[in-house]
């Protein structure tokens, strides 16, 4: 129980290492240009998703880091949110890999490496709560 506690909280943090990279996302895809030739409401749909999904891995993150040992457990509840958690993340890593192309804008060694990295952290995340959810009792 100890490991998978101390890899929840991993898990927990790297929900804001995400953050930090998800922050450069509208930069590096010149997201002011190229939502500008948007309709107006498409273009405010298309920020207002982005921020409902900031705030659903900050509460991940959150949730986690303060309820490591509960979720570690095996109770029920706890099973049931590492799975939602984990299923979350795994459908993630499926959408980057089947329907994001994202070569166009790998235009250098740093952005190729920080997309690579994405997505050994989105396999981590998705083993580690996928484990927690299934792990026998302790």
Do not use: E
């Not at 998978?4 to 804001?16: D, I, N, W």
């Not at 049931?80 to 984990?86: E, H, M, Q, R, T």
Request: charged share 10%; hydrophobic share 60%; net charge positive.
């Amino acid at each position: 129980m100890k490991t998978l506690t101390l890899l929840l909280q991993v898990a927990g943090l790297l929900h804001f290492t995400i953050l930090l990279a998800s922050a450069l996302v509208p930069r590096v895809l010149d997201w002011r240009a190229n939502l500008a030739l948007l309709h107006p409401f498409l273009r405010r749909l298309f920020w207002v998703y982005g921020v409902f999904i900031v705030l659903v891995i900050i509460g991940f993150g959150t949730l986690t880091l303060l309820n490591a040992g509960a979720m570690a457990s095996g109770d029920p509840v706890a099973r049931s949110l590492c799975a939602f958690i984990a299923i979350f993340w795994f459908a993630r890593l499926i959408v980057q890999w089947l329907v994001f192309d994202a070569r166009p804008f790998l235009t250098n060694a740093l952005l190729t490496l920080g997309y690579h990295t994405l997505t050994l952290v989105f396999i981590g995340l998705s083993a580690i709560y996928g484990w927690a959810a299934i792990a026998p009792k302790p």
